[in-house]
């Protein structure tokens, strides 16, 4: 469904992203893991087209990633939500509904309001809204379209448990429904749980790929490992 080869982001003379690959394939979440600076939102940015590549080819499901086709695939929520300071929650729902041409959303978008418990601030303006709302309001955005592919640049930050819950809760449901997801998060917990593979990057560089049973078994020796031990026993300086 995402395809990523050799692709290369560079600021003046350093290399953010180094000349990485990798795909991922419909019913999968990825959770993307590294330390600060280590290329994660460059990555993410790049592929959804707000940063330009310095070199390399993205496509999703077969389109180059800037064309409109690609576009209609994938939803992104990115780690600071934006939303308009003058549209209510539920215009906000409505004006994504009309940009996607979606029919009979407002049942959906109940559905998400409900869920993320915004029901009872329908009415309430963007610029009203804490960050958490924000976030919340971000992620029902992104789900009432349907996309094939979900971007979260991390999506558990400023959410409350029972939001955090229930996000994973998504999460699983979309995989279900064959739909990729791709997670970028500090908070390792928060992703063993419901990711199928692990990319780990550091210093622009893909340094783990793979199921965390089998990262496990290349990387760290001993029982009880944690994702987290594995994790800065990868990301370690030499």
């Known amino acids: 469904m995402l395809s990523v080869t050799n692709l290369v982001k560079t600021y003046g003379k350093q290399n953010a992203v180094n000349d990485i690959s990798f795909e991922l394939q419909g019913g999968e979440v990825v959770g993307l893991l590294g330390p600060n600076g280590a290329g994660k939102s460059t990555t993410m940015k790049c592929i959804v087209g707000l940063l330009r590549k310095t070199s390399g080819e993205i496509t999703l499901g077969g389109h180059d990633h800037l ?11 990115p780690e600071t939500p934006y939303v308009y300071d003058l549209l209510t929650v539920q215009e906000h729902m409505q004006f994504v509904a009309q940009a996607y041409g979606v029919k009979e959303w407002r049942e959906k978008a109940d559905e998400y309001l409900e869920l993320f418990e915004l029901a009872d601030k329908k009415d309430k303006l963007g610029r009203d809204l804490s960050k958490g709302m924000r976030q919340k309001v971000s992620i029902c955005c992104a789900l009432l379209p349907d996309p094939q592919v979900l971007f979260f640049d991390e999506p558990m930050i400023g959410l409350d448990p029972k939001a955090i819950k229930n996000t994973k809760k998504i999460f699983k449901q979309l995989k279900e429904a064959g739909k990729t997801i791709l997670v970028s998060t500090h908070l390792i917990d928060s992703v063993e749980s419901i990711a199928d593979r692990i990319m780990i990057l550091k210093d622009g560089n893909i ?10 078994r290349q990387f760290v020796q001993g029982e009880g490992t944690t994702l987290e031990d594995l994790f800065l026993e990868m990301t370690k300086d030499e």
């Open 207 to 216: 340094v783990g790929n793979d199921t965390v049973a089998n990262l496990k």
């Open 67 to 77: 064309s409109v086709e690609a576009k209609r695939l994938f939803s992104y929520i």
